[in-house]
């Protein structure tokens, strides 16, 4: 009996001391997982936005290229390494999208509403400025470009914004050409004068051939990279891209990575607007916590006094213990 005791004891011992060090480990680690306690929206706050897809021309959307999207977003918030977000279909044509405790909110939705479309166009001589939004041959009417018609507060139509006629230049690659499994994290280049970080990349098919082929003919030429008809940046050609493969630099490693994901996970089917965002406060969760907190400290009370009423002296024992 007295052995039986002894291991029973041991064993409640053990299972203690290994919860104790799950939850007091310094690395918060337990069999090579993370195990630290990770908030939702309502404990921590964060971002929540409302994306709607919008058609191209007559064409309905269907409910793959939905589920497609949703899918990628999905993917893209992993890469962001935001926990406990919420990627959620809402309806035929809207997208959910919750992101607790983000530190740029902003940047963090435009990246997860691009199209993620990676061109080469040829500038014709020019060097446009970073962040101009271009037509292509591929893609010739960018949602960016668009005419709008805006509804105000009385419910009045307003004009709709004609855009001027802009030039259409050249594209020397496709987007759905881009090999996604060659993206890969972003690394320091030590290559570059001004340094920054690469995001390295490849094509596949025509689009590989056409890269190839235009950079052996325009050496000492400006190319620009194109990212849904934003331009990246420019660049003077130096050498030819065998295998229609290079890299991307940026300035900063977080824009960096918003580039990794933007392409990693492959081109969006469908554009998506932000139909609303909304910021929402830890407020809810921190009373919920205080509710629970009172309730946990009643109930620990009721337990203590019905121990001493009942048991008296071994009851206080018991207490004791508890609080001890």
């Known amino acids: 009996m007295r052995n039986r005791d002894t291991i029973a004891l041991v064993f409640i011992l053990l299972i203690a001391g290994l919860a104790l060090w799950v939850n007091f480990a310094p690395d918060n680690t337990f069999l090579g997982r993370d195990v630290t306690t990770r908030l939702g929206l309502d404990l921590q706050g964060g971002t929540q936005v409302l994306l709607k897809a919008q058609p191209q021309g007559d064409q309905a959307i269907t409910p793959d290229e939905m589920a497609t999207a949703a899918r990628i977003i999905e993917q893209r918030v992993n890469g962001l390494g935001v926990s406990e977000a919420v990627v959620q279909r809402s309806g035929n044509d809207r997208i959910i999208v919750e992101l607790p405790g983000v530190d740029n909110p902003e940047q963090a939705v435009q990246t997860l509403r691009s199209t993620g479309q990676l061109e080469f166009i040829d500038p014709q001589g ?62 320091l280049d030590t290559q570059s004068v001004n340094g920054g970080f690469a995001v390295p990349f490849a094509y596949r098919g025509e689009s590989a051939s056409s890269l190839e082929q235009w950079t052996s003919q325009n050496q000492q030429q400006p190319m ?8 990246q940046s420019c660049a003077i050609v130096q050498a030819t891209l065998v295998g229609g493969s290079g890299q991307i630099t940026s300035g900063s490693q977080e824009e960096a990575t918003a580039i990794f994901n933007q392409l990693k996970y492959g081109a969006l089917p469908v554009s998506l607007l932000i139909e609303s965002s909304r910021t929402i406060t830890a407020s809810l969760g921190e009373d919920s916590l205080n509710a629970s907190l009172i309730a946990g400290i009643i109930g620990l009370c009721a337990v203590m006094l019905f121990l001493i009423l009942y ?11 508890l609080l001890f």
């Open 311 to 321: 048991y008296r002296l071994p009851g206080l024992i018991a207490v004791l213990v």
């Open 126 to 187: 020019q060097d446009i400025p970073s962040g101009t939004v271009v037509r292509t041959s591929n893609n010739p009417n960018p949602p960016a470009l668009q005419a709008t018609t805006s509804v105000t507060a009385t419910g009045a139509l307003t004009e709709t914004t004609a855009q001027p006629e802009l030039p259409i230049y050249t594209s020397i690659t496709k987007g759905s050409d881009l090999d996604t499994n060659s993206v890969l994290a972003p690394v």
């Open 224 to 231: 620009c990279i194109v990212i849904d008809s934003a331009v």
